[in-house]
């Protein structure tokens, strides 16, 4: 909790910094890939988190990555005051704000639909416009294939899961016909 409330703030901050510069697609864009590209190298991320490990070799380290990726000046200093506070590893946590901020900001909402079977686009697009009418917002719609849901669809909305899946659904018979013997 106390890294999440810490994490916030500094999301905070360098959202504040985009929203005065009127970068903050762009800044969360390379915030999003800088982050990505540390969570999908556990053993960077192990390293980073470590305290064994000085402080000038995780500097080291983070300064090779930002020669390597296309990321603005604003954007690497802010991922360096994170390697200097010794806060680097709750980049993913900082990343996670920033953008419920933007989204905040832009209007938006997240949308993630899994489904065992792929969506017609029409159908897709049908699902998108019902989630933007209900919400008020434009919808950035994810769909992911899990065919062990049988049937049926599960649409997660920001915080909010509806759980319309067959799976669950006998899941929910089988309790009640289990309660009623």
């Given at each position: 909790?106390?890294?999440?409330?810490?994490a916030k703030?500094?999301?905070?901050?360098?959202?504040?910094?985009?929203?005065?510069?009127g970068?903050?697609?762009d800044y969360?864009?390379?915030?999003?890939?800088f982050a990505?590209?540390?969570v999908?190298?556990?053993?960077?991320?192990?390293?980073?988190?470590?305290?064994?490990f000085e402080?000038?070799?995780?500097?080291n380290?983070?300064?090779?990555l930002?020669?390597?990726?296309?990321?603005?000046g604003?954007?690497?200093n802010?991922?360096?005051?994170?390697?200097?506070?010794?806060?680097?590893n709750?980049?993913?946590?900082?990343?996670?704000?920033?953008?419920?901020f933007?989204d905040?900001?832009?209007?938006?909402?997240?949308?993630?639909v899994?489904t065992p079977?792929?969506?017609?686009?029409?159908?897709?697009?049908?699902l998108?416009?019902?989630?933007?009418e209900m919400?008020g917002k434009d919808?950035?719609m994810?769909?992911?294939?899990d065919?062990s849901?049988i049937g049926?669809?599960?649409?997660?909305?920001?915080?909010?899961m509806y759980?319309?899946?067959?799976?669950?659904?006998?899941?929910?018979?089988r309790?009640?016909?289990g309660e009623?013997?």
């Amino acid at each position: 909790m106390i890294s999440s409330d810490l994490a916030k703030r500094y999301a905070r901050a360098f959202f504040d910094i985009a929203v005065e510069e009127g970068k903050i697609e762009d800044y969360g864009r390379e915030l999003a890939a800088f982050a990505s590209l540390i969570v999908q190298n556990k053993a960077l991320q192990e390293f980073l988190a470590n305290p064994i490990f000085e402080l000038k070799s995780k500097k080291n380290v983070i300064e090779e990555l930002l020669g390597r990726t296309r990321i603005s000046g604003r954007t690497a200093n802010f991922l360096r005051l994170l390697v200097d506070k010794q806060r680097i590893n709750l980049l993913g946590e900082v990343e996670n704000a920033y953008r419920e901020f933007m989204d905040k900001s832009l209007k938006k909402v997240r949308v993630s639909v899994k489904t065992p079977y792929p969506l017609t686009s029409e159908l897709e697009g049908a699902l998108k416009q019902r989630v933007a009418e209900m919400t008020g917002k434009d919808v950035e719609m994810t769909v992911e294939d899990d065919a062990s849901l049988i049937g049926g669809l599960i649409v997660r909305v920001g915080d909010t899961m509806y759980d319309g899946s067959i799976k669950t659904q006998l899941g929910n018979m089988r309790k009640l016909l289990g309660e009623e013997r």
